[in-house]
């Protein structure tokens, strides 16, 4: 298993977890999650795209992964990725600027075995 896999193992987890602790929370969180991220004005891809550059500036290590699966998932290519990630680096400058390495790592073992 890839390490970014293995970040998307240990949300997928958690949310199993808070399941059990928080439930009310947790579902309620989903709902508005996939309230959000419906297509409406934008599209699930466009949304990713923007997720990938927020998880950046978050400097979130499981929500790069997330975002960046969810991107490729909707149709984003490395380009439009990295492209959205710099808008990050844009906005945050160097400390964003490092985080593209978790983010190109991740389309790297997400884009494994599709060329």
Same mark, same amino acid.
């Given at each position: 298993? +890839?390490?970014?896999?293995?970040?998307?193992?240990?949300?997928?987890?958690?949310?199993?977890?808070?399941?059990?602790?928080?439930? =009310?929370?947790?579902?309620?969180? =989903?709902?508005?999650?996939? /309230? %959000?991220?419906?297509?409406? /004005?934008?599209?699930?891809?466009?949304?990713?795209?923007? =997720?990938?550059?927020?998880?950046? %500036?978050?400097?979130?290590?499981?929500?790069?992964? #997330?975002?960046?699966? *969810?991107?490729?998932?909707? *149709?984003? =290519?490395?380009?439009?990725?990295?492209?959205?990630?710099?808008?990050? %680096?844009?906005?945050?400058? +160097?400390?964003?600027? %490092?985080? #593209?390495?978790?983010?190109?790592?991740?389309?790297?073992?997400? #884009?494994?075995?599709?060329?």
């Amino acid at each position: 298993m +890839g390490k970014y896999t293995k970040k998307l193992e240990e949300v997928h987890n958690l949310v199993l977890r808070l399941q059990k602790d928080a439930p =009310n929370q947790i579902e309620s969180f =989903n709902q508005f999650m996939k /309230a %959000v991220e419906k297509p409406s /004005a934008l599209s699930l891809k466009q949304k990713e795209l923007i =997720n990938v550059a927020l998880a950046v %500036v978050a400097q979130c290590e499981w929500c790069i992964p #997330l975002h960046v699966k *969810g991107a490729i998932d909707a *149709g984003a =290519n490395r380009a439009e990725i990295i492209d959205a990630a710099m808008q990050a %680096v844009l906005m945050h400058g +160097g400390p964003a600027l %490092v985080y #593209l390495t978790p983010v190109e790592e991740a389309i790297d073992e997400f #884009l494994e075995g599709e060329d």
